[in-house]
């Protein structure tokens, strides 16, 4: 299990990145994208992948990370479980959020 705050840490310590709310949620965002929302009442965390990389994540575990269930799914967002996952990871799929996003700068 992760709790918000450390997720919130570890997205943080990427460059360039900063949190705003979101209506009611904490978005993080790179050169003003958001990349991950984190949600306080459901203590999960959606972020932007690639729809290859969302597959692959998915492939873990389904209860832990899957797409999101409408057209933004389709688009590579992609709900975790913060209850669920294992810290190293959560890491990984953050890191690769990241990615996908600063490349497109």
Known sequence: MVNLES??????????????PHFDKISIR???????????KKNRASVKLTP?????FSLFDSKIVYPVPNKWGLQGWT????NLIEIDFLEEIIAEAYQTVSKSK
């Open 7 to 20: 997720c919130k840490s570890i997205v943080l310590s990427f460059p360039e990145t900063e949190d705003q």
């Open 30 to 40: 790179f050169n003003q994208k958001i990349f991950i929302t984190l949600d306080s």
């Open 52 to 56: 290859k990389s969302q597959d692959l």
């Open 79 to 82: 709900i975790v479980d913060l």
